[in-house]
């Protein structure tokens, strides 16, 4: 992909002389933006533009152009990319719309296009975009007219899916002093999807910083692995999040919508940050710039008391630390204070420091005796300050690169001030503690994930839970099984195979073995009907509780019968005997294969607690112990499980190792669709599944 | 007040020639920014500032000054304020911290400083403060040099806690190219509160808006009156939310925390938008300079179909209705497209029309025929088509008068097109749609709630649920207890007294009188221990449920007898016995008497709703019935007293009378501290308090 980003040649279809011709226009931002390679331009008819020859025919073209940029309505794209493709064109950008995101016609279109593109094997970008930027070599195949210092290099490198959130993220940047390295409007994703450029910008050592806008996710599990395994920070802003979006964005770049709140948890369980704004990305970008927050720990220095406290509000807010300021500092401190008024503490209030010369040596021997893992300065400084502000940026700059410490920046002054020290200096400026603390907080959640996570990756590899061979029972039973919806001893087999306690049951065909069955299991016991003709048993009352004797074992078995012939359904059916689970905390634990992300666990507590309150955890699988305890950890209701009000703790291990397994059993089986376990009884000791349901592709 | 931010003439005391003489800057920039007025001045020394004369006394000071500004070490200020009460001066702005903020001493010192100003009727800001800021009037009483273009004059008024926030307010409106048309840092709040202020920018003609940054509230109650009342949006920053922050607040300003969530509850109760970042104050302000957005139909066109879907999910998120483009609107706009390939919604794709003067027709047809409530334009744009961009703003501003409707614009493009277009049109320009959606949700929000209070107030006035007399009859109790804590049968009387339905109940003094009782109210029943040395009587067994006939009774009165001799507590007892409620939801409804806002209420599902779930909702008491449905619908857990799982649905309206004469039974007494009906149990039909507990002022 690097021949994309940096081509040695290039080449723009579609070029006429007119002004307001799309190609025309991209030739020309080519050759603004001081494109150093050699520019071919072709169109219908031959011409000039500035000194480059407009040619009618691919003919004289040499061969192997490293990038094409098409621009010509879509029903020309297939021949020109042939065209192309006989040069040994390397890529393609193809930025004309009507494609997959219009009609059947478009979806032919595309599928005709990418095939000839596969034959040449030639890569696309697009369709329906605006290329690419990469200002520090003069790249810009947008079709309007740009100017170079609109786009000032950086070390972020970003893609979006619409060409206009492109330019959007690129402005937000530049209007905080960021710079971008490359970017890439990703429109259909028809050959080049997110995760190729993701896995190029995580290799490129021009990009520090990785920014995704993205409206459909095309391959979510790899999108998955790499953002787990990526040295550098990764922003997702996910838009079409809503149901009434979907139908805009089928039409704009034909995404497919997915469950917003799995988008979240996957994305937390995998290391992404999502944004949900353009200014979210500049201001990550800008805490993203500093040394990474290792930890908690947080000194904050603030020349108001007023920003001293909003800044102790949102330390607690985003979960930081504020450690007390160590009594040597504190008498050490004193010497600069002006009046002897304000207790010191963290915030450290400087408000009657007036030399700010003595900044930098305090905040120096803070980090000395407190340890912290970040400092915060504020700084509040009218419009002549400046030199003061300056110097005082300096300091913390030697400071940040003596520590390895991040020092967030907070001042607030002119925005023409502000603008000039980062300007000048190259350092980046909050204008607000909310802003610097959110940015903080992002840096810390990054480097505690990657921490978290090298930790398990070492314990992962070895660890399985469910025995071996667990896979092959299984699907055994799901091949033999008759529906595409397991019967619930079927379903229960399943569990079994992956050691998941079922309480004790036997299949009946008749009272007579119902008899035999209850005597080995015991009573009370619960009686289920068991005919494929019936997917949900209590619908038609086909569950009976609480037997307590073989006489009204006989009786319920004689309702079950008069309740099926009710029904109508004149099917054989067998009876469930299941030994009643007594005393427990009702969960649930669902399961189902996301179109985007694979096999996906659910976690909640029973009844209303997912009916009514839509309290559950969402995991993509598998999940190891870890996972599995923060998910019986995160939900609203989880101290229920640690027992209130008198009642003994749930056993939350074998809950942990009953979510593992099923995690386990939903990677191992993809031929699950569906799974739920509702409810799965936590006791004292053990777990208990009293109902199963599992439904495998047909 | 209008003689404080108009003042005809000023004094500044403390001034000496030296050049980082602090008093000395104030005058300075009082001179930089042509304050209008005669500007006198005071120090130690006679001397010049300027062509000033520097006094060393007042008595040659003309009588009846409008202001005079203090910053001298707080010792010497009762001096000082004694002189300028001598002199008719009207107010002082003492600038000078070491007051109530420190210690004992400066808070005696400020009770001398309030004690003089009193009595000569002078009025004082802060102290602990930077002052006023009317730069229309040229004045800034800042202690640092400021540039008068530092501070351009606009239409937003606000106030801050503290001085450095109130410049760092200012900073973000003119980043945003808002002004300020005046603002004071109100500091330790000796004299002036923010309600002062308030009343006074509120009937300010040259105030559009009001900012309020609060880190203590010193009259709740006032407060939200002001502003359910107000013409004009009232904003608060409340800081100092964190329990860790409490601290920091007291040695800044010495302001009281009260309960965050409570502060949440009342400001959105009497429509005071609460803001959480400075940036949000300069959104708000741009939205609100549009005219009000009265409904939730919002009509969007977007250059880009990327930006249309980000729109479309924000849209949702904030509660806005995109009405569907009608047909003949689809077909006129027909022409204007140049490609024929994306279908017409709104959000409105104006992607393939290159002809940008059509938009102006677009949406004034739009607005025409789908009848919205508010517009949002998006339109991405290079620096380029800076005149293509200014000839639409003009566009929208004129159909914005013809139309009166918000029409909010969100451009992307370079930060210097944004500034010049927001500068040199005086126009507000949105640069992300979040920042948009969010401003016209807040305009939203405000319309609505006046509407909604507009057509209560018509009602509340001659409405109310609980009985004449009530309150006597209630007072009456309140006095004859003898604890601070009433007795169980006490607090059921005072509920009786505001007709709330009490199981049928009685006292007893030993067996015999208790079995009469429970003839009379008859089984199955409850009976509790009552005597003034317990307090929680559940804490040693002193409740006891279910008793089913006389033999039970007697035995569980032997019983409570028992337990309560084990406890050493050696006081004759009372048996409170207590008809059984069955089936129905219990909830909890509380109240207490909250030193910012006075009585408030509490009402949420009981158990695990509350003390796990922290499910609650809180209002101001007292509210009417609209607020009291609302504080059913709005828990969370809501659903569940529509009956799930085949229960009956409570009796909603029963508990909403409740909750409305609870709420007036906490205005009648504000002797009432605490009051704790837990549970009331809401039947199918009406509702009955099972347990009650008030306790009074001592």
């Given at each position: 992909m690097n021949s994309l980003f940096y081509p040695k040649n290039l080449l723009v279809v579609g070029v006429s002389e007119k002004p307001d011709n799309l190609p025309r226009i991209i030739a020309e931002n080519l050759i603004r933006f001081h494109y150093p390679g050699e520019l071919y331009l072709i169109g219908r008819c031959k011409g000039n533009l500035d000194e480059h020859p407009i040619l009618d025919s691919f003919e004289t073209l040499p061969q192997g152009i490293d990038l094409a940029i098409i621009l010509t309505p879509a029903a020309t794209i297939p021949d020109l990319v042939e065209g192309c493709g006989k040069k040994g064109v390397r890529h393609v950008i193809v930025e004309t719309g009507g494609f997959a995101e219009t009609d059947e016609q478009g979806e032919s279109?595309?599928?005709?296009?990418?095939?000839?593109?596969?034959?040449?094997?030639?890569?696309?970008?697009?369709?329906?975009?605006?290329?690419?930027?990469?200002?520090q070599n003069g790249i810009c195949s947008v079709f309007v007219k740009m100017e170079p210092d609109e786009i000032p290099p950086g070390r972020v490198s970003l893609m979006a899916q619409s060409g206009a959130v492109t330019l959007s993220l690129v402005y937000m940047l530049a209007a905080n002093n960021l710079g971008v390295s490359k970017a890439v409007s990703i429109g259909n994703k028809l050959d080049y999807r997110e995760t190729d450029y993701l896995q190029y910008f995580l290799q490129d050592p021009d990009t520090d910083i990785i920014l995704m806008h993205l409206e459909g996710i095309s391959d979510g599990r790899k999108l998955l692995d790499l953002a787990r395994d990526a040295q550098k920070p990764v922003m997702v802003y996910k838009s079409n999040t809503s149901q009434a979006s979907a139908h805009a964005a089928h039409s704009h770049t034909a995404a497919l919508t997915s469950d917003d709140r799995l988008v979240d948890a996957a994305f937390k369980q995998f290391g992404l940050s999502r944004i949900r704004s353009l200014r979210e990305l500049a201001l990550f970008a800008k805490g993203l710039s500093l040394p990474p927050m290792h930890g908690n720990r947080l000194a904050v220095f603030t020349r108001s008391g007023g920003h001293g406290i909003i800044a102790t509000d949102l330390a607690h807010d985003f979960g930081f630390e504020l450690p007390e300021c160590p009594q040597e500092l504190m008498e050490n401190a004193k010497q600069y204070f002006r009046a002897d008024i304000i207790d010191l503490s963290n915030p450290l209030d400087l408000g009657t420091v007036f030399n700010f010369d003595s900044y930098i040596p305090l905040v120096r021997q803070s980090i000395e005796c407190m340890q912290p893992d970040g400092v915060m300065v504020i700084f509040v400084f009218p419009q002549d300050d400046y030199e003061s502000a300056a110097k005082l940026v300096r300091g913390f700059q030697s400071l940040l690169e003596e520590y390895h410490l991040p020092i967030a920046l907070c001042f607030s002054s002119t925005q023409e001030n502000i603008d000039r020290l980062e300007k000048e200096l190259r350092y980046p400026i909050f204008v607000e503690v909310a802003d610097a603390m959110r940015a903080l907080a992002a840096s810390r959640d990054i480097s505690q994930f990657h921490k978290k996570t090298r930790a398990r990756a070492a314990l992962r590899s070895t660890q399985r839970c469910s025995p071996v061979g667990a896979a092959g029972r299984a699907r055994q039973i799901l091949a033999s099984s008759l529906g595409n919806v397991l019967l619930t001893h079927e379903a229960f087999l399943v569990c079994e195979a992956y050691e998941i306690p079922v309480p004790p049951w036997g299949l009946a065909k008749d009272a007579d073995e119902a008899e035999r069955i209850a005597l080995k299991i015991g009573y009370p016991l619960a009686i289920k009907l068991i005919t494929p003709g019936v997917i949900h048993k209590s619908d038609i009352g086909g569950v009976m509780l609480d037997i307590v004797d073989e006489e009204s074992l006989n009786l319920a078995i004689e309702t079950l019968k008069t309740r099926l012939r009710a029904q109508g359904i004149d099917e054989k059916a067998d009876f469930l005997l299941q030994k009643m689970v007594k005393d427990g905390r009702e969960v649930i634990v669902g399961g189902k294969k996301d179109n985007t992300f694979g096999p996906v666990i659910l976690f909640g507590l029973g009844g209303i607690y997912v009916e009514v309150l839509n309290d559950?955890?969402?995991?993509?699988?598998?999940?190891?112990?870890?996972?599995?305890?923060?998910?019986?950890?995160?939900i609203q209701s989880s101290r229920l499980l640690d027992g209130v009000r008198g009642e003994a703790p749930s056993d939350r291990e074998a809950l942990v190792d009953t979510l593992v397994r099923i995690s386990e059993l939903l990677t191992d089986l993809p031929e699950i669709t569906e799974l739920d376990i509702n409810p799965l009884i936590v006791c004292k000791q053990g777990v208990q599944v009293v109902d199963a349901r599992i439904a495998r592709l047909s």
């Amino acid at each position: 992909m690097n021949s994309l980003f940096y081509p040695k040649n290039l080449l723009v279809v579609g070029v006429s002389e007119k002004p307001d011709n799309l190609p025309r226009i991209i030739a020309e931002n080519l050759i603004r933006f001081h494109y150093p390679g050699e520019l071919y331009l072709i169109g219908r008819c031959k011409g000039n533009l500035d000194e480059h020859p407009i040619l009618d025919s691919f003919e004289t073209l040499p061969q192997g152009i490293d990038l094409a940029i098409i621009l010509t309505p879509a029903a020309t794209i297939p021949d020109l990319v042939e065209g192309c493709g006989k040069k040994g064109v390397r890529h393609v950008i193809v930025e004309t719309g009507g494609f997959a995101e219009t009609d059947e016609q478009g979806e032919s279109l595309a599928r005709q296009v990418l095939a000839i593109a596969q034959k040449y094997q030639m890569r696309l970008v697009g369709p329906n975009c605006i290329g690419i930027l990469n200002p520090q070599n003069g790249i810009c195949s947008v079709f309007v007219k740009m100017e170079p210092d609109e786009i000032p290099p950086g070390r972020v490198s970003l893609m979006a899916q619409s060409g206009a959130v492109t330019l959007s993220l690129v402005y937000m940047l530049a209007a905080n002093n960021l710079g971008v390295s490359k970017a890439v409007s990703i429109g259909n994703k028809l050959d080049y999807r997110e995760t190729d450029y993701l896995q190029y910008f995580l290799q490129d050592p021009d990009t520090d910083i990785i920014l995704m806008h993205l409206e459909g996710i095309s391959d979510g599990r790899k999108l998955l692995d790499l953002a787990r395994d990526a040295q550098k920070p990764v922003m997702v802003y996910k838009s079409n999040t809503s149901q009434a979006s979907a139908h805009a964005a089928h039409s704009h770049t034909a995404a497919l919508t997915s469950d917003d709140r799995l988008v979240d948890a996957a994305f937390k369980q995998f290391g992404l940050s999502r944004i949900r704004s353009l200014r979210e990305l500049a201001l990550f970008a800008k805490g993203l710039s500093l040394p990474p927050m290792h930890g908690n720990r947080l000194a904050v220095f603030t020349r108001s008391g007023g920003h001293g406290i909003i800044a102790t509000d949102l330390a607690h807010d985003f979960g930081f630390e504020l450690p007390e300021c160590p009594q040597e500092l504190m008498e050490n401190a004193k010497q600069y204070f002006r009046a002897d008024i304000i207790d010191l503490s963290n915030p450290l209030d400087l408000g009657t420091v007036f030399n700010f010369d003595s900044y930098i040596p305090l905040v120096r021997q803070s980090i000395e005796c407190m340890q912290p893992d970040g400092v915060m300065v504020i700084f509040v400084f009218p419009q002549d300050d400046y030199e003061s502000a300056a110097k005082l940026v300096r300091g913390f700059q030697s400071l940040l690169e003596e520590y390895h410490l991040p020092i967030a920046l907070c001042f607030s002054s002119t925005q023409e001030n502000i603008d000039r020290l980062e300007k000048e200096l190259r350092y980046p400026i909050f204008v607000e503690v909310a802003d610097a603390m959110r940015a903080l907080a992002a840096s810390r959640d990054i480097s505690q994930f990657h921490k978290k996570t090298r930790a398990r990756a070492a314990l992962r590899s070895t660890q399985r839970c469910s025995p071996v061979g667990a896979a092959g029972r299984a699907r055994q039973i799901l091949a033999s099984s008759l529906g595409n919806v397991l019967l619930t001893h079927e379903a229960f087999l399943v569990c079994e195979a992956y050691e998941i306690p079922v309480p004790p049951w036997g299949l009946a065909k008749d009272a007579d073995e119902a008899e035999r069955i209850a005597l080995k299991i015991g009573y009370p016991l619960a009686i289920k009907l068991i005919t494929p003709g019936v997917i949900h048993k209590s619908d038609i009352g086909g569950v009976m509780l609480d037997i307590v004797d073989e006489e009204s074992l006989n009786l319920a078995i004689e309702t079950l019968k008069t309740r099926l012939r009710a029904q109508g359904i004149d099917e054989k059916a067998d009876f469930l005997l299941q030994k009643m689970v007594k005393d427990g905390r009702e969960v649930i634990v669902g399961g189902k294969k996301d179109n985007t992300f694979g096999p996906v666990i659910l976690f909640g507590l029973g009844g209303i607690y997912v009916e009514v309150l839509n309290d559950v955890a969402l995991r993509v699988a598998p999940i190891d112990e870890t996972e599995a305890m923060e998910m019986t950890t995160e939900i609203q209701s989880s101290r229920l499980l640690d027992g209130v009000r008198g009642e003994a703790p749930s056993d939350r291990e074998a809950l942990v190792d009953t979510l593992v397994r099923i995690s386990e059993l939903l990677t191992d089986l993809p031929e699950i669709t569906e799974l739920d376990i509702n409810p799965l009884i936590v006791c004292k000791q053990g777990v208990q599944v009293v109902d199963a349901r599992i439904a495998r592709l047909s």
